[in-house]
């Protein structure tokens, strides 16, 4: 797999090379990818944004994403290894085409609903996990990126509570269908095993298996990431019976 | 149950709730019927593992709505609130744990409204000694539920005695957990009407106070921290705390006695060291005007043989809403009298909240009325 955008640019002195590095690789090439293509999103929704305060307010957003990649392949020179990113992987493609849609139909709430609340849930609460058994500034630096996400999507409650306000039913309804779209290849991404081949991130074999060595597994990032999408949905007002029933829904 | 994008539509988004139940699944085949009515029949049932892997990172939330009729006519509209409490996590190793997850299935109860909240099976033990640490209220009132469950168990044995053809007041009574709510509330309902008391409890100090009360009722009784301190053999007991088997009651209790299991989980069953003891499960009742659950939950969230049967707890707050006596009926650790039983007894009467018909995990010890069989999908 060819990495798209280049963000290994810069030298960094390798200080340690652990037996856990090629699990380490593999977590931060899903990271940087997910924040390329969060770069990309931000990047797409300034073109759909009538407003220049807004159109602003998304290029230092994929300014930041783009920040938070480089910062995660620092860490893997770091630690002696290269990480790879693939926005065009599977998964990630997909997440990406229902993003796209979004824009093509210059839906702005659409658009956020799927960076914020979908795709930031995740991020936040994987990056939370991860900032606690990881080493070092390995550790750190995703604690740190896992709080800026965090920012981010309190800057887009107050837009999408407000929205919500204008029509619960439209909005609600809106947000269920993006959820299908987004949430069904998220919760396959995260499932335990990747029962539907490699999933063109990882540089061999899957590393789910191998999460166990560094105090992690993939049911405990589905699990974290899953209670922080519903979280955020309760801030949003969304019944609590009706989410529960979306998320059981997905697939396992 | 639509499980469509319009299916947030088809829900009242703020109706007026009048009672929140907050719970949780005793068992991990309770968890999996829960998880697999929310899946519905079209996806693949989930695999124990999964469901373990899923319901301990569920925060809690509502699962449906709850509607009760009295017999008299009334209504009270309701919401059941799962703590998602593991089953394998009762252990008091994650008793902080497990009280914030009651924090916070309080929270969505005072969000949703809910004029009172019972608080049922272990969130009901968790928070007794507690109240403290429930949020900040607002409107909303909380009872622990456990003056209507003393009433079942008092109104079980008596039931049981009278069926069995059993003098209760020749008997002898032991009342394992007898310091806690539950048990202390059997103890002063029941101990003046046996011949002999035995309180059994962990804590002495707490025993002797208990003793110390009731002796002013002339009782004859013994209390001891340990079963095989008491010379006299039982033959009626009843478990307020939970046991992992019958064992530690051999020896210590008639071979026919009756045995009334009212811990939480419920897990005394008939068993080949005590074939010809009458066991039961305590503190049930069943609502006889109606009860319907939206989506329709009913034999899922509510496991048991015989229809509309719920625990006392939970019962405790659907009666006080139709009597639309929104009050902490029951708070804290300790303070149940006779008086307050027999008070929430004639509450619930009066909306045909009654005793529930008695049985226990190999069926029922009775069928006046029909039974319906298991309900529960797998266990």
Same mark, same amino acid.
């Given at each position: 797999m060819e990495p798209l955008i280049d963000v290994n640019a810069s030298p960094i002195e390798c200080t340690s090379l652990s037996p856990n590095a090629p699990i380490w690789q593999d977590i931060l090439a899903q990271a940087v990818t997910g924040e390329l293509l969060a770069a990309m999103n931000y990047a797409s929704l300034s073109e759909i944004c009538d407003d220049p305060a807004e159109v602003a307010d998304a290029l230092e957003h994929a300014q930041g994403e783009r920040g938070h990649a480089a910062a995660f392949a620092a860490e893997g020179r770091k630690i002696g290894v290269d990480v790879a990113n693939n926005v065009g992987a599977k998964h990630w493609k997909r997440l990406r085409e229902a993003f796209l849609r979004c824009i093509a139909q210059r839906d702005f709430i659409a658009c956020l609903i799927v960076q914020e609340i979908m795709l930031e849930s995740f991020a936040v609460a994987s990056y939370s996990r991860v900032g606690k058994v990881a080493p070092g500034t390995l550790g750190k630096t995703f604690a740190r990126i896992a709080a800026e996400e965090e920012d981010h999507v309190d800057h887009a409650m107050s837009i999408l509570t407000a929205e919500r306000a204008r029509d619960q039913q439209r909005f609600d309804d809106k947000v269920y269908c993006l959820h299908l779209d987004v949430m069904t290849t998220l919760a396959q991404m995260l499932a335990k095993e990747c029962k539907d081949g490699? +999933?063109?991130? +990882?540089?061999?074999? +899957?590393?789910k298996p191998s999460l166990f060595d560094v105090s992690l597994s993939a049911a405990e990032l589905r699990g974290a990431s899953l209670q922080q999408y519903l979280k955020t949905l309760d801030m949003l007002g969304i019944p609590g019976e009706v989410t529960l029933s979306w998320i059981t829904q997905l697939p396992v | 149950m639509d499980h469509s994008a319009a299916g947030v539509a =088809? #829900?009242?988004? =703020?109706p007026d709730i009048d009672f929140a139940l907050i719970g949780h699944q005793e068992s991990w085949g309770a968890a999996a019927d829960v998880v697999g009515f929310l899946r519905g029949p079209e996806r693949r049932p989930l695999h124990d593992d999964e469901i373990k892997d899923i319901l301990p990172w569920?925060?809690?939330? $509502? *699962?449906c709505h709850v509607d009760v009729a009295s017999t008299n006519g009334a209504q009270a509209r309701g919401i059941y609130i799962d703590?998602? %409490?593991?089953? !394998? #996590?009762?252990? =008091? *190793?994650y008793v902080h744990e497990n009280i914030a997850r009651v924090r916070k299935a309080a929270a969505c109860a005072i969000k949703a409204g809910a004029k009172i909240v019972s608080l049922g099976g272990f969130s009901s033990i968790l928070i007794e000694g507690n109240? !403290? &640490?429930?949020?900040?209220?607002h409107d909303t009132v909380f009872t622990t539920g456990n003056t209507l469950t003393v009433a079942f168990i008092v109104q079980a044995i008596k039931k049981l005695c009278a069926l069995e053809g059993r003098d209760l007041a020749s008997s002898t009574l032991l009342i394992v957990g007898a310091t806690g709510d539950v048990g202390s509330g059997c103890a002063r309902c029941l101990a003046p009407l046996v011949r002999r008391a035995l309180l059994n409890a962990r804590n002495v100090e707490r025993l002797r106070n208990l003793a110390a009360g009731l002796e002013a009722d002339a009782v004859q009784l013994d209390f001891a921290t340990?079963?095989? &301190?008491?010379s006299a053999e039982a033959d009626i007991v009843i478990c307020a705390a939970s046991l992992p088997s019958p064992s530690p009651l051999l020896g210590r209790i008639a071979p026919d006695a009756i045995v009334c !299991? $009212? /811990?939480?989980?419920?897990n005394l069953s008939p068993s080949a060291d005590m074939p010809a003891a009458k066991i039961f499960f305590g503190g049930l009742g069943q609502i006889t005007g109606g009860m319907t659950f939206a989506p329709d939950f009913n034999g899922i969230l509510? #496991?048991?043989?015989?229809?509309d049967v719920v625990h006392g707890c939970l019962l405790e707050g659907m009666a006080l809403a139709l009597e639309r006596?929104?009050?902490?009926?029951s708070q804290g650790? /300790?303070? %149940?009298t006779k008086h307050r039983v027999d008070e929430i007894e004639k509450i619930a009467a009066r909306h045909g909240i009654h005793l529930g018909p008695l049985y226990n995990a190999s069926g029922?010890?009775?069928?006046e009325l029909p039974c319906v069989g298991v309900q529960h999908r797998a266990n």
């Open positions: 490699h +999933c063109e991130v +990882c540089h061999a074999t +899957c590393v | =088809t #829900r009242p988004q =703020t569920i925060p809690p939330r $509502a *699962v703590s998602f %409490i593991p089953p !394998d #996590r009762l252990d =008091t *190793v109240f !403290d &640490q429930l949020p900040e209220r340990d079963l095989q &301190q008491f !299991d $009212a /811990g939480y989980p419920k509510n #496991r048991h043989p015989f229809p006596r929104f009050e902490p009926f650790r /300790g303070p %149940i029922p010890l009775e069928c």
